[in-house]
């Protein structure tokens, strides 16, 4: 089977070099041809430093190489039998490529989305067969994180998201299937992560740096601060603002004025050198050594609403407990899945987080979960 991916970006790209390492002849397509002349040319400098590291052959190196080709016209592409799309995450735009790509591939050809927040089903239908439309969720880095958020729309065809899992399975992939609301799993799940760090800082009880600390005191890799900076502010603040709108604006994803001064600003992140933090050439992140009674209060507050969104994706069906434990570790890599996490102290302990500060502050943000309320209240696990 012949894949092609649309969008040469850092994210296509990385598709790309996957779905040809695992065996397939992958086109490459990209409304700027010079965006897939360089995207090509990067792939090349990939495989050399695999070679050097002793991951590939030169051989195989060659070979993988050589099933990537460049696209110039859509057209290209009416031998494919699975199109994934990494374009910018615009529902018009989507849309728009889906009635157009339909128009060229054949009739067996399944229509794949990489969109982290969009509806599928939504972007579906604009299709005439709206059943051979699936998202395909990779994380960025593609070629480096395992995990894949297969999200059937409501239109899709029953048997496509096995195919599409066991397809996955077979490039080396990790996969949960899981339904298509806002987020899905792990872009609903982490939004806590990003969205109450920010409020403790706006609310002066700690700096940046030192918010970072404490979570990278309980195992995280990268504090929020740091990782939004890595993702991207303008990214990370999209998605967010998506997810808000999408659960017709739930307090609990609301965005931050904070984020979006640093969007305005122009201030991305590393990628445009500065963000939350500057990036010198060269330079690294420091940061403080946090004491814990500092840095646990910290911790508790993000993790109690990290768990709650898990527990309320549990019990709206979005995934199964295990797979929703899979997805914050393999696709974000979080030290522990995040319902293995609330067993630990037990569901009263989290609920009473949760209620202590929905009573001081009022506020629906901290609502929470009716399933982590049933699970404290029999004194049972979340899982």
Same mark, same amino acid.
């Given at each position: 089977?012949?894949?092609? =991916?649309?969008?040469?970006?850092?994210?296509?790209?990385?598709?790309?070099?996957?779905?040809?390492?695992?065996?397939?002849?992958?086109?490459?397509?990209?409304?700027?041809?010079?965006?897939?002349?360089?995207?090509?040319?990067?792939?090349?400098?990939? $495989?050399?430093?695999?070679?050097?590291?002793?991951?590939? #052959?030169?051989?195989?190196?060659?070979?993988?190489?050589?099933?990537?080709?460049?696209?110039?016209?859509?057209? %290209?592409?009416?031998?494919?039998?699975?199109?994934?799309?990494?374009?910018?995450?615009?529902?018009?735009?989507?849309?728009?490529?889906?009635?157009?790509?339909?128009?060229?591939?054949?009739?067996d050809a399944v229509l794949a989305t990489n969109t982290s927040?969009?509806?599928?089903?939504?972007?579906?239908?604009?299709?005439?067969?709206?059943?051979?439309?699936?998202?395909?969720?990779?994380?960025?880095?593609?070629?480096?994180?395992?995990?894949? %958020?297969?999200?059937?729309?409501?239109?899709?065809?029953?048997?496509?998201?096995?195919?599409?899992?066991?397809?996955?399975?077979?490039?080396?992939?990790?996969?949960?299937?899981?339904?298509?609301?806002?987020?899905?799993?792990?872009?609903?799940?982490?939004?806590?992560?990003?969205?109450?760090?920010?409020?403790?800082?706006?609310?002066?009880?700690?700096?940046? +740096?030192?918010?970072?600390?404490?979570?990278?005191?309980?195992?995280?890799?990268?504090?929020?601060?740091?990782?939004?900076?890595?993702?991207?502010? *303008?990214?990370?603040? #999209?998605? #967010?603002?998506?997810?808000?709108?999408?659960?017709?604006?739930?307090?609990?994803?609301?965005?931050?004025?904070t984020q979006q001064r640093q969007v305005e600003s122009g &201030? $991305?992140?590393?990628?445009?050198?500065?963000?939350?933090?500057?990036? +010198?050439?060269?330079?690294?992140?420091?940061?403080?050594?946090?004491?814990? #009674?500092?840095? *646990?209060?910290?911790? %508790?507050?993000?993790?109690?609403?990290?768990?709650?969104?898990?527990?309320?994706?549990? $019990?709206?069906? =979005?995934?199964?407990?295990? *797979?929703?434990?899979?997805?914050?570790?393999?696709?974000?890599?979080?030290?522990?899945?995040?319902?293995?996490?609330?067993?630990?102290?037990?569901?009263?302990?989290?609920?009473?987080?949760?209620?202590?500060?929905?009573?001081?502050?009022?506020?629906?943000?901290? &609502?929470?979960?009716?399933?982590?309320?049933?699970?404290?209240?029999?004194?049972?696990?979340?899982?």
């Open positions: 089977m012949n894949v092609a =991916v649309i969008g040469a970006g850092t994210m296509g790209s990385g598709i790309a070099q996957v779905a040809a390492q695992a065996g397939h002849t992958t086109y490459l397509y990209d409304t700027r041809k010079e965006a897939v002349d360089k995207a090509i040319a990067a792939l090349g400098k990939t $495989f050399d430093k695999l070679v050097e590291k002793g991951k590939l #052959t030169v051989e195989k190196a060659t070979e993988v190489r050589a099933r990537i080709k460049p696209a110039t016209e859509l057209k %290209e592409l009416a031998g494919c039998g699975l199109v994934i799309e990494a374009i910018i995450e615009d529902l018009g735009i989507k849309k728009k490529l889906f009635a157009e790509l339909e128009a060229v591939l054949g009739g927040s969009l509806s599928v089903t939504a972007i579906a239908a604009a299709c005439a067969k709206p059943e051979r439309v699936i998202g395909l969720h990779f994380f960025n880095p593609a070629p480096l994180l395992p995990f894949v %958020e297969v999200v059937p729309g409501l239109a899709t065809d029953h048997g496509l998201a096995p195919r599409m899992y066991t397809l996955m399975q077979a490039w080396g992939k990790t996969p949960v299937i899981c339904k298509d609301t806002p987020g899905f799993i792990v872009n609903r799940v982490a939004r806590p992560f990003y969205g109450e760090a920010i409020r403790i800082y706006e609310e002066g009880i700690a700096d940046m +740096p030192t918010i970072d600390a404490a979570m990278k005191s309980v195992g995280f890799k990268m504090g929020p601060f740091e990782l939004m900076d890595l993702i991207g502010n *303008d990214i990370n603040f #999209t998605v #967010t603002k998506t997810v808000w709108e999408a659960f017709f604006f739930d307090p609990r994803y609301k965005p931050s004025f &201030r $991305f992140g590393r990628k445009t050198g500065r963000g939350y933090y500057s990036y +010198p050439e060269g330079g690294t992140l420091e940061f403080p050594a946090v004491d814990a #009674t500092v840095a *646990d209060p910290i911790a %508790e507050r993000i993790l109690a609403m990290l768990i709650n969104e898990a527990a309320d994706a549990l $019990f709206w069906q =979005v995934a199964s407990a295990a *797979d929703i434990d899979l997805a914050m570790t393999k696709g974000v890599n979080y030290p522990k899945g995040l319902l293995a996490w609330a067993d630990e102290k037990g569901s009263a302990h989290w609920l009473g987080v949760l209620e202590g500060l929905q009573a001081r502050y009022g506020e629906d943000r901290y &609502r929470p979960s009716a399933l982590l309320r049933e699970a404290a209240a029999v004194k049972r696990s979340l899982r």
